[in-house]
């Protein structure tokens, strides 16, 4: 651990540029204003899906757009950025996200820091959580919770992107601190990456994918490519995009970077695993976008996701990140 110290403080020493990270307890939900979900102010949905073909756990929603639900019991909105323009942003869902038995609206699904959805911010990164044990009734059966933690464009993370290229490297540490369960094959641990591109604009929006790793998932096979539809107008990742999975294990198989899995076990809780991921080698080797094709970062995100069985629980820390820009020839 502190080799590793030594060599980050060594990169940065050394780097072209070093982002500049938002305090870890300046965060805030998706949208705008805390009253959209209620209702007095509807969500607004899109009149139809934008990414075709659509995957079967979102062919109702897409066919049947017009009754996708805009107001919910509740926002949970949650702002503590205290107006700063740099902050961190919060994804709190549920899927399926736009049925009406769900507690809040898309993205803002569950109520946090309540022992059901945890964001604890510490000196030196976040700690995540999901549990259902304490709310076993709150989840809608077949329900899958999910908490985001990340630096988006246009909410939070810069203007434009939050990274202007994708020769960068991102370092960071992840600890699994609890996990509880019988089946803990949906049980997973994320970081993923939004890129985006100029060319083939949809709409006002430029070219964009999401590009996502599972460091900790017990179905080890999970490697796909989905198009993912967010109909949400008033949400930052409106209208979606086409998603490309890899786990850890085959990422160092074919990306040409050494990745740890992290096991989903027991046995695992306590420790800590160190990330040094290479932004470009990522976009170029699970992206579509070409090698040489101009691509910024428009999204950096850590996350937890909980599919099954309802009754478990999973908590890690992401901590001590650093994104550097690679000198030239690097």
């Known amino acids: ?35 959209i979900g209620s209702e007095q102010y509807p969500i607004r949905i899109a009149p139809q899906c934008t990414f075709f073909p659509v995957e079967d756990w979102q062919k109702s929603l897409c066919e049947h757009i017009n009754q996708a639900a805009r107001t919910f019991k ?23 996200a736009f049925q009406s038995t769900n507690w809040g609206p898309p993205g803002q699904s569950l109520p946090i820091n309540t022992g059901l959805v945890t964001v604890e911010p510490l000196y030196n990164g976040i700690r995540l959580g999901l549990s259902n044990e304490q709310f076993p009734g709150f989840i809608p059966p077949g329900g899958t919770p999910f908490i ?11 203007c434009q992107n939050v990274l202007p290229h994708k020769r960068f490297t991102i370092s960071f540490y992840v600890t699994l601190e609890d996990i509880q369960g019988d089946d803990l094959v949906g049980d997973s641990i994320h970081f993923w990456i939004q890129t985006q591109t100029l060319k083939n604009p949809i ?19 999970a490697n796909a490519s989905i198009n993912w539809n967010w109909p949400v107008i ?29 096991p989903l076990t027991q046995d695992s809780v306590g420790k800590t695993y160190f990330y040094h991921i290479d932004i470009e080698k990522m ?16 999204g950096i995100w850590f996350a937890l996701e909980n599919n099954m069985p309802r009754l478990n629980s999973i908590k890690a820390s992401f901590t001590n990140v650093f994104v550097i820009e690679k000198k030239p020839g690097q």
């Open 148 to 158: 985001g933690y990340g630096l988006q464009a246009d909410h939070g993370g810069g």
């Open 74 to 96: 509740n926002t949970f909105s949650y702002n503590t950025q205290n107006n700063f323009a740099r902050y961190w942003a919060l994804h709190v869902n549920d899927e399926p």
């Open 283 to 298: 976009v170029n080797c699970m992206g579509t976008f070409g090698p040489k094709e101009s691509v910024s970062i428009s």
């Open 1 to 35: 651990m502190i080799l590793l110290a030594i060599l980050l403080q060594f990169i940065v020493a050394h780097a072209e540029m070093v982002l500049d990270l938002p305090p870890y307890d300046h965060y805030r939900t998706d949208f705008q204003w805390s009253e």
């Open 203 to 221: 709409g006002r929006y430029p070219n964009r994918e999401m590009l996502w790793l599972f460091l900790g998932e017990k179905n080890t096979g």
């Open 234 to 262: 008033d949400s930052m990742f409106y209208p979606g995009n086409p998603i490309h999975f890899m786990t850890a294990s085959h990422f160092s198989q074919q990306c040409g970077q050494q990745v740890e899995q992290i």
